[in-house]
């Protein structure tokens, strides 16, 4: 049972989720005119938070946000109904349809709920979290091997100024010395 298109058409209008009267009428299987003077003759059953009539101001807005739009030539403001004044309706219309329609738009209405209070995960989101936690992992493992880089390079400093003066010392033990002692070829060329 596919409630989007019910979803679809509850709007949030005055800080309440709502269904106009042209789309209930339209799910009823009725005419707006005839849901309307329903309602009007069981007007006691619809308090201000279960139906109100929206301002010229209201549906101009809601008829912006809607591209796609079937409102017809409206000459009355139309009704928008809550969840409680849906309800509502159940008991004036009791035809079949009207009842099949009026429990797959209460489930629409309790999706719409549960919907709100339960979003959706956001995978784009959720990647861009796993991508920052890689990135500072990355960060770490860098910062890491930067300081592993600065220890060796320290070590291998040392070791290249231990060489530098091993090789001067051997420079000096290597250095040639003068002979000890009487060099006898060197008297009898002086001769």
């Known amino acids: 049972m596919d409630l989007q298109p019910i979803q679809n058409q509850i709007y949030e209008i005055r800080g309440c989720k709502v269904m106009l009267d042209f789309h209930l009428a339209e799910r009823y299987q009725v005419e707006t005119k005839v849901l309307n003077q329903s309602v009007k003759r069981n007007i006691k059953r619809f ?3 279960f139906m109100f009539q929206l301002t010229y101001q209201e549906f101009t807005n809601l008829k912006s946000q809607i591209v796609t739009s079937s409102w017809g030539g409206t000459r009355k403001l ?5 969840e409680q004044g849906v309800a509502m309706l159940s008991g004036l219309l009791n035809s079949d349809v009207a009842i099949t329609a009026n429990i797959r738009i209460m489930r629409a209405f309790v999706a719409v709920r549960q919907l709100l209070a339960n979003p959706p995960v956001n995978e784009v989101k959720e990647l861009q979290q796993e991508f920052k936690r890689f990135q500072e992992h990355i960060e770490d493992v860098f910062a890491d091997y930067n300081d592993i880089n600065e220890d060796t390079r320290m070590q291998l400093e040392l070791i290249n100024e ?3 003066e ?3 010392r051997n420079k ?3 250095k040639p010395r003068n002979p000890i002692g009487f060099n006898a070829p060197q008297y009898r060329q002086e001769k």
Do not use: H, V, Y
């Open 162 to 164: 231990t060489l530098a």
């Open 166 to 168: 091993l090789q001067t």
């Open 172 to 174: 000096e033990l290597n």
């Open 78 to 82: 139309p009704f928008a109904f809550t």
């Open 47 to 49: 308090p201000d938070d």
